[in-house]
């Protein structure tokens, strides 16, 4: 499986951007990128996934390297409530429910 | 639309033993799978059922099994229960053809 690389964990402050990088140098063509996050004592959560080109939805935006071996997902605004660990994980395509993760990043947001 | 549901949501058993976890996906899922969460091993793939059967497994030894109801709602199993089985057991959802799953709250399994 290719593999993902991410920082233990990060600091920002409350209202400003937070920028998650992710390593995947091993990606395959047909990988798509995806996110995911876990609050504390929840379900992991469905943030945001892309293939090629950069994403946008209500929760965050995700920037894919134009080679594809890295990517960062950012939360344009941080609040307290994405105190999470961040999950990014290559997964094969629409319909394939194995997801493999990894340790993640922990992120803190400071008031 | 009600999210995933887990029941139990805490189980305590005692080694040996064996426990049947349940999971109800969103209302129109038909793909069910499940993943066991320990501060050791992180989140594991445990295995996929998609129209009552298993699609994808995990690699877990045999006592862990499970099954897929007509209804979608989905069973784990673990028989012979360890130690190192107490974990937090996750189920998640996803509607045919798309990306996202949608995971429920777990089951905190305590094996004493």
């Known amino acids: 499986d290719a593999k993902t690389t991410q920082p233990n964990s990060m600091e920002s402050n409350e209202e400003e951007p937070v920028h998650l990088p992710c390593n995947h140098s091993?990606?395959?063509?047909?990988?798509?990128i995806h996110w995911y996050r876990q609050l504390p004592s929840q379900g992991p959560e469905y943030v945001i996934h892309?293939?090629?080109s950069n994403v946008n939805n209500r929760m965050a935006s995700l920037a894919i390297a134009e080679d594809r071996k890295s990517s960062t997902l950012i939360l344009h605004r941080a609040t307290l409530r994405d105190a999470a660990v961040y999950y990014c994980?290559?997964?094969?395509?629409?319909?394939?429910?194995?997801?493999?993760f990894g340790k993640g990043t922990k992120l803190s947001v400071i008031p | 639309k009600a999210g995933v549901t887990q029941t139990p949501r805490y189980l305590i058993k005692t080694r040996g033993q064996q426990v049947t976890l349940s999971c109800s996906p969103i209302?129109?899922?038909?793909?069910v799978s499940w993943y066991q969460q320990t501060p050791g091993q992180g989140l594991q793939f445990l295995f996929e059922?998609?129209?009552?059967?298993?699609?994808n497994k995990g690699n877990f030894p045999g006592r862990f099994s499970g099954r897929q109801f007509s209804n979608s709602r989905s069973e784990m199993n673990v028989s012979t229960l360890e130690l190192g089985d107490s974990a937090l057991y996750l189920c998640?959802?996803?509607?045919?053809?798309?990306?996202?799953?949608?995971f429920g709250p777990g089951t905190r399994l305590t094996v004493t």
């Open positions: 998640a959802s996803s509607f045919p053809g798309t990306h996202e799953q949608y």
């Open positions: 091993t990606i395959s063509g047909t990988d798509y």
């Open positions: 892309g293939l090629t």
């Open positions: 994980i290559l997964n094969s395509g629409a319909g394939s429910y194995q997801l493999t």
């Open positions: 209302s129109g899922h038909r793909s």
């Open positions: 059922y998609f129209s009552e059967t298993q699609r």
